[in-house]
């Protein structure tokens, strides 16, 4: 009779290795800190990217229509005055909105140094200058926010073209067709983010777990701003820690897909090593 233990399954071999990256490489101690970066851009991000809507469509209301779609992702309560701060602002501020696009740039540079910080701390690579480091992480920001800006542009136009031809399809369609779209802009942010290019195959197996995390998180916050949306000061505290949490979800999702990347690079630079090894020449002693 064997007497030996049960092997564990995919599924909690997948879970053991999710919770050791999370609190055993450190990302839990990463997350406030991307959540930080998230919430200080919300402001700045729906500006800049309503301004390059601007100018690529060269049309107010369908630049409007792009700031009422990235309201959406944003908690009931803190929803109306966002999207009355990008829309006002447009309106009554065009230099303003100049402005906003070097802020959405860096703010979002903030959040692309964790990314780089995690990716450097967990392939053991050495750090660029810091000025060096600085401008590197801005224009892979400025890079980050005009694709998601393109992609909420191609979300209106969509959704346009659906009502003009009277084609109704479901939401949670429309979602899983947006997925593998942030899926490919999570792998350019965890590919380029460090000194090192992370492999294309590694890098889209951290980005669809993100990409899923993030088109999840609205829902998910849906949920519990309808349940707790008012305009009592309980209620607006609950509001605004709703979007903290919302934030923070993201936060999770990205980080926890940067570990992941990182996680299949190291087990192919393993899986190279052997044969990089046998390819060298057998040498004699003494020779």
Avoid at 134 to 152: N, Y
Avoid at 162 to 170: E, N, T
């Amino acid at each position: 009779m064997s007497t030996g233990t049960r092997e564990p399954t995919g599924l909690r071999r997948a879970i053991a290795r999710v919770y050791q990256l999370y609190w055993g490489a450190g990302l839990v101690d990463d997350v406030p800190a991307m959540a930080w970066f998230l919430v200080t851009a919300c402001v700045p991000l729906s500006l800049g990217i309503v301004a390059v809507a601007s100018i690529v469509l060269g049309d107010a209301q369908q630049a409007n229509a792009v700031a009422r779609k990235l309201a959406a992702v944003l908690p009931r309560g803190a929803r109306g005055q966002v999207l009355e701060l990008v829309l006002r602002t447009r309106r009554d501020s065009p230099w303003l909105l100049a402005v906003s696009i070097g802020s959405m740039i860096w703010a979002c540079s903030g959040a692309t140094g964790v990314i780089e910080r995690v990716e450097s701390r967990l392939l053991a690579l050495q750090r660029r200058p810091a000025v060096k480091l600085k401008l590197r992480q801005l224009m892979l920001a400025a890079a980050m926010a005009v694709m998601i800006a393109l992609l909420a542009i191609a979300a209106v136009e969509a959704t346009n073209l659906r009502s003009r031809l009277g084609i109704h399809v479901p939401g949670w369609l429309l979602s899983l067709a947006t997925v593998p779209l942030i899926a490919v802009i999570c792998a350019l942010l965890y590919r380029y983010a460090t000194v090192r290019r992370l492999d294309w195959t590694p890098a889209l197996k951290g980005g669809f777990p993100a990409a899923v995390m993030v088109e999840a998180t609205p829902l998910v916050a849906g949920y519990y701003t309808r349940a707790v949306a008012g305009r009592t000061p309980v209620q607006v505290f609950l509001v605004l820690a709703g979007l903290l949490f919302t934030c923070y979800l993201i936060a999770v999702g990205l980080l926890v897909g940067a570990g992941l990347a990182c996680t299949f690079e190291r087990g192919t630079d393993r899986a190279n090593q052997p044969a990089t090894d046998s390819a060298r020449p057998a040498t004699r002693d003494g020779a």
